[in-house]
């Protein structure tokens, strides 16, 4: 069956939330580390087919709550906020992760077109 591109804007949509949050959870970061970090992932999702834009804010709150003794963390899925922007033919849909009821959830903010 084909998707019509809606359909298909949020499959993408969902697909590159979804590695991001398994490739990037487990990285080591500190509060020195936390913005390019940020950079880095988002570097990363933006150049994959279809995304228009990504943006990622990692809780720096979090990051200090949970330093260990030498300093450093992992990357956990409630300290992350993101949102990515992917186009897709005639659609453009707008998805994001972020902590909620303590479970990082994955969710569509907009979709446009048809």
């Excluded at 487990?26 to 390019?36: D, H, Y």
């Excluded at 570097?43 to 709550?65: E, G, H, L, T």
């Excluded at 990515?84 to 446009?112: N, T």
């Amino acid at each position: 069956m084909k998707k019509n591109d809606r359909e298909r804007a949020i499959f993408e949509a969902g697909i590159k939330l979804g590695a991001l949050y398994h490739q990037f959870t487990g990285a080591p970061l500190n509060l020195k580390t936390v913005k390019s970090l940020e950079g880095a992932i988002e570097k990363c999702v933006s150049i994959q087919p279809y995304v228009r834009s990504a943006r990622v804010k990692i809780d720096r709150d979090a990051v200090r709550r949970n330093l260990n003794r030498f300093g450093y963390c992992e990357l956990r899925g409630e300290m992350l906020d993101v949102e990515v922007v992917v186009a897709y033919g005639g659609a453009e849909v707008s998805a994001g992760l972020k902590v909620r009821d303590g479970y990082p959830l994955m969710f569509l903010k907009r979709i446009k077109g048809k």
